[in-house]
């Protein structure tokens, strides 16, 4: 998903993020707590199953507070998700039911120049540049991706019927390679 263009050649970003939910930060009251709800329409939900590589999504639900503190903003929230994985090892349907915490900040201070390599070992995850729109759709969808596994195995599940076979060295190429010397 991330891709690589001409304004920022060398960072990372998506290249579409599942669903947008654009919120304008000049709109927002900056004396309390902003809180937005939303549910994904039926568009949305196919392309984050996608996004995400997953069976189904059979319940979502997202809750997101943007809160005014002294020179940032404070995202925090949660996401409610119910889905169908399959598990790597017998193939079954699992359903998956998670409660995914937000947190993260919005500051004006960070500054990333476009023309160098971000050092993500001393780069603060959780903070994000501030801009004049904030995508929580993008937010939203890179938790949900992070927090969902990769590999689903359902409980108690083992891999049976392992056979391993010895190679013979006519059948590996690499084998004759063994007797050269430099």
């Known amino acids: ?9 060398n960072k990372i970003k998506w290249s579409n993020p599942p669903f947008s939910r654009y ?18 329409s039926q568009k949305e939900n196919k392309s984050l199953v996608k996004f995400l590589d997953i069976l ?15 020179n940032k903003w404070e995202i925090n929230g949660q996401v ?12 079954e349907d699992l359903i998956y039911k998670l409660k995914i915490p937000i947190k993260r900040y919005l500051s004006s201070n960070l500054k990333i120049r476009s023309n ?16 004049q729109n904030i995508d929580l759709g993008d937010i939203v969808s890179e938790e949900i ?14 891999l049976q019927n392992i056979i391993i076979t010895e190679q013979n060295s006519e059948s590996n190429p690499f084998k004759k390679l063994e007797n050269l010397k430099i």
């Open 116 to 131: 160098k390599i971000i050092d993500y070992e001393n780069n603060d995850c959780e903070t994000d540049p501030l801009t």
């Open 23 to 40: 919120i304008k930060i000049s709109e927002l009251n900056v004396k309390k707590n902003n809180q937005f709800k939303f549910n994904l």
């Open 145 to 158: 991706y992070l927090a969902i596994p990769k590999y689903p195995k359902k409980r108690g599940v083992k």
């Open 56 to 70: 189904s999504i059979n319940s979502f639900n997202c809750i997101i507070n943007l809160v005014p503190l002294k």
């Open 80 to 91: 409610s998700i119910n889905c169908t994985l399959q598990c790597v090892i017998s193939l």
């Open 1 to 9: 998903m991330p891709k690589k263009n001409k304004e920022n050649f």
